[in-house]
Each structure stands twice: as structure tokens, then as C-alpha cells.
């Protein structure tokens, strides 16, 4: 089975996007091999949200082939003939973790993935902590959220920039 892995960068005060859905304040550090990473996945997952931001600063950095599905209600499939537009983020999750492929990125937005792990279809939750204070934004996860159990898997520091990378595994009960 695919895992669903939320991979994001996170403000050391938790936001995953400042309050305008700004995230200029990210800086990727030289040791950090994003290729590499990118290339574990051939599916994204965005929010209408993240999706727009996105947009704004030149589109998501998806690996060339990868499958892009933003879910929204209110996008105009139309406007947007290179994305899959989609409504029901469990339904399409469900379906797409049992299909074969690489691993599927979970890229944004908070509500996106609040709504995936609350169904259980979030497997690993994989941080990278900028060393920014951005005071207010987009949260890691905004409330309404359940509790969820993390198990962490491993961590990395990054010393030209101080980022600090974390994975954790997400512990379903049984």
C-alpha cells in the first residue's frame, strides 16, 4: 500500500504559511537533497488554499509526470486543464493508496490534512522546523483536530540554516 506522507515546512511556532499564506520566510538548506525527495512521490495533494498560494509563487514543485489533485469546491475545472480538481479528499485518498505507485505527497494545507488524518489516511507526518517566528498564519494542524499518536522514525539537523527535520511514523489504533 502507498503511504500518504504530509511533508511540510513548519515556522518553529507551528504555522505552515504566514497569515497572507506567504511562505517566502522557508529556506531550503544545501544539504537538503529535494530532488531526491521529490522523487519518492508521484502524486500531490493540495488544498484550494495551498493550491492558490502555490499559484501565486510560480506553481507546486512537483517531479515532471507527477500527478497534481487539488480538492476544492469552488475551482473551476476549466481554469485549470493541468490539475486534477477533486471534491472528496477520503474518497480519492482511499482509492488512490490502494493503486500502485510511489509514496504520495501530502503537500498542503492545514485543513487538508486535518480532514485526512482524522479519517486515517495520514502515515507519516515528515517536518521541516525553520528557525523563523512568523507570530500568526496557517497552522501545522487548525482546530477543530483529534489527538493523534506519532512515533518518530528520525530526525536530522541542519546546520547551515538550523532546520531541523523531523518524520514520525502516525500510530493507528487497531
Do not use: C
Not at 18 to 41: K, Q, T, Y
Amino acid at each position: 500500500m502507498r503511504l500518504v506522507r504530509y511533508s511540510v515546512a513548519m515556522s518553529l511556532d507551528g504555522y505552515i504559511a504566514g497569515p497572507n499564506g506567504e511562505f517566502d520566510w522557508i529556506v531550503m538548506d544545501p544539504d537538503l537533497d529535494f530532488s531526491s525527495h521529490a522523487a519518492r512521490f508521484d502524486t500531490y495533494l493540495l488544498g484550494r488554499k495551498s493550491f492558490e498560494a502555490m499559484q501565486r509563487m510560480g506553481g507546486a514543485p512537483t517531479q515532471s509526470g507527477a500527478r497534481e489533485i487539488v480538492f476544492s469546491r469552488t475551482l473551476n475545472p476549466a481554469d485549470h486543464p493541468r490539475v486534477v480538481l477533486e471534491t472528496d479528499a477520503v474518497r480519492v485518498v482511499k482509492a488512490l493508496r490502494e493503486q500502485p505507485g510511489k509514496d504520495i505527497w501530502l503537500f498542503g494545507g492545514g485543513a487538508l490534512f486535518r480532514g485526512l488524518l482524522d479519517a486515517g489516511l495520514v502515515d507519516r507526518v515528515e517536518v521541516g522546523i525553520i528557525p523563523v517566528l512568523l507570530g500568526g498564519g496557517v497552522p501545522l494542524l487548525p482546530p477543530p483536530a483529534g489527538r493523534a499518536t506519532l512515533k518518530l522514525l528520525s530526525h536530522k539537523a541542519y546546520e547551515k540554516t538550523g532546520t531541523v527535520g523531523l518524520e514520525y511514523e502516525v500510530v493507528h489504533a487497531r
